[in-house]
């Protein structure tokens, strides 16, 4: 990574809120390091009543690490739950947001 805060990614990686992350690549490999792990609760009013209730899963690491990640092909655990890949998004500045998904989700249609 050709970044002026390299060192500075790593102290921050390393601080007590990060989790290991254990990503499984397309090819089936797997490696590990060191993410944050944010799951914010969203709430949606549509109108009349109804409403979408949402968690979005973000996982935060350095861009070198989620190198290889792809949406859709890649599985990420965080503390034993697994999770999908939806999106993988770095900012250019040697940090990625990674977009997920409980991989046991269940989509419940109220009527």
């Known amino acids: 990574m050709d970044s002026l805060f390299a060192d500075d990614l790593e102290f921050f990686f390393a601080g007590l809120d990060a989790q290991e992350v254990i990503v499984t690549l397309p090819d089936g490999s797997t490696r590990s390091f060191l ?8 709430l949606h009013e549509l109108g009349d009543g109804f409403a979408l209730e949402t968690a979005a899963h973000k996982l935060t690491c350095k861009a070198s690490d989620a190198a290889g990640i792809m949406r859709g092909e890649s599985t990420i655990t965080v503390v ?6 939806t999106d993988v998004k770095p900012d250019g500045a040697g940090v990625t947001v ?14």
Do not use: Q, R, W
């Not at 034993?80 to 890949?85: A, L, P, R």
């Open 35 to 42: 993410g944050y792990l944010d799951a914010p609760f969203a």
């Open 80 to 85: 034993g739950t697994e999770y999908d890949v």
């Open 98 to 111: 990674i977009d997920l998904t409980k991989a046991d989700a269940i989509v419940e249609v109220m009527s």
